[in-house]
């Protein structure tokens, strides 16, 4: 039995089932949820792999306990678990496997049978060699409403470009703040210089806050009518052909679940901030890698050169984020 925590916002879950889910299937044993973490959090986050085709139920108690303990069927089995998966075995196969950030490492994929796992395990690498399966399993259980069915409707009918702003506490952090003004309006051009009749759908956090402050000389449409089930919106997103990401893991996926034919995906070039000073003493002063987290058939637009400005918000930089 593999069992992974799960926590954070859609996004984060979605990676950290992905990984598991594929870990699972290679080693073809169970898969279990650990959801305690939104019995702890539950006005700050909301779990929503219960929207999607999961087959993996929630783990026990007990169930956790035995594979964080490494409990046996009898003591002497107990006492070999114990000094085998603890003190013999690499990092990457002891019972409770928890992902380092510093650099991205394939020995998280040689994960053994009775592990516990935590972290965020961003990268498609992690699963690609099941994402058929994968993908199976984030299907929505549910058809969306007439409204929103009508939307999905004209995207594939035109060349509709989803373009993701993500805003909110992301304004308060220079290591997360990097999807600057330029870096859309570079994505926009790269776009219109290559294809005809762009209609452009703007995804936000901050809608209002969009629509005051960046201008798309193209037909624009503002996604807000679906708040506060944000999960429609992002069901939306999933229909895109032509996607402007922001570094965000809720446009990722929503770029990675699209299905289209020749689906063309611009994302920054920098997920995050690459200069270690702006993550401050909560990272020791040192940078998180996630170089990997950008698949290499997507394009990377600039979105740190010299003269970028960050984006700021007046009186909103460190709302919470409703994603």
Known sequence: MIIVKIFQGPGNQLFQYAYAFAAAKRLNVELKLDL???RAYSKHRQYILDRFQ???QEATEQEIYDIKSCNGANFIEYR???LNRKHLQPYYRKPVVVENLDKFDQNYKKVIDNTYIEGYFASRDFFEDQLPAVLQQLQFKSLPNAVNQKTIEGIKSENAVAISFRLGDFLGQPWQNVC???YYRRSISYLSERFENLNFYVFSDD????KEHFAIPHPTFYMDYNHPDYME???LLTNFKFHIIANSTFSWWGAMLSQVNEKVVLCPQYWLNPDPASYGMDFEGKAVDFSHV???EWIKIPNLLDGDTQIVHP???NQAFKY
């Open 315 to 317: 009186t909103k930089g």
């Open 207 to 210: 809608i209002d806050w969009v």
């Open 294 to 296: 950008l698949p290499n």
């Open 54 to 56: 999961i087959t993996a």
């Open 180 to 182: 600057t003004l330029e």
């Open 233 to 235: 919106d992002f069901r």
């Open 36 to 38: 305690s973490w939104y």
């Open 80 to 82: 070999w678990n114990l």
